[in-house]
């Protein structure tokens, strides 16, 4: 069994770009969730992806937004990059069905805004 | 809402020392609580959870937290810690959504040192 991966594993971009990041969810996983979580900080909630409808957002601004694919996957992306988005960013996978309300986490995704 | 506090940003113990790691959580609805493991530059690993039933659960690695629902605690523990680990434990708290997946609320995090 897959676990959840995510790519890419690093990236370093310029304040006021744009960015992509990538979740493959576990299979027989219909949920992604995705956090932010900052150097010294617990994850905090961005939003959440359920048979790819968004279903629930944390306080984050509209230029975070995701999508999520027929196959589970998930996309995040970022626009107009600001340095405070410097954080990991990790993705995590579920379903009540397969394994109750337990969310499976990924390697995450450290980005850098310079 | 919910939150979660964790007591503690540092603790220090001597290896074999018994492992004690503190979390309270404040739910308006029964909580569903979770432990994970996070070592340095990688994700989240779940160590244990209690959604119902027994109170006191076990996890991996040797650990065990017990749902105390007078106190609002989840408390994490082991009875001999061993250098392996040192790592950050993240105590979190979510509740059942019906049919979808509730979101995971975090404490800041409890950083677990082991001297030998």
Redesign the interface.
């Known amino acids: 069994e897959t676990g959840v991966t995510q790519s890419p594993t690093h990236l370093i971009k310029t304040r006021g770009q744009q960015v992509t990041l990538r979740c493959s969810s576990q299979s027989g996983h219909n949920t992604v969730s995705w956090y932010q979580q900052a150097l010294g900080q617990g994850p905090q909630f961005i939003f959440q992806y359920y048979r790819e409808e968004e279903n629930g957002r944390g306080n984050f601004p509209p230029r975070f937004s995701g999508l999520q694919f027929p196959n589970y996957s998930s996309e995040l992306n970022v626009n107009a990059l600001e340095l405070d988005d410097s954080a990991l960013y990790l993705c995590a996978s579920s379903s009540i069905l397969a394994g109750g309300p337990v969310q499976f986490f990924g390697p995450g995704t450290r980005l850098t805004v310079l | 809402a919910q939150s979660?506090t964790q007591l503690g940003s540092h603790v220090s113990v001597s290896e074999g020392a018994l492992v004690l790691l503190r979390c309270n959580y404040s739910s308006s609805v029964p909580p569903?609580l979770?432990w994970?493991v996070q070592y340095p530059?990688?994700?989240?690993?779940?160590l244990l959870?209690y959604?119902t039933g027994a109170t006191l659960v076990k996890g991996i690695n040797g650990f065990e937290a017990e749902f105390k629902k007078s106190e609002t605690s989840f408390h994490l523990t082991k009875p001999s810690a061993h250098m392996s680990d040192a790592a950050e434990y993240?105590c979190?708290v979510?509740r059942?959504y019906g049919?979808?997946?509730?979101?995971?609320?975090?404490?800041?995090?409890t950083k677990l040192s082991v001297k030998p």
Do not use: R
């Open positions: 979660v569903y979770f994970y530059n990688q994700g989240l690993q779940l959870k959604t993240f979190a979510t059942n049919g979808s997946q509730g979101n995971l609320i975090f404490g800041k995090g």
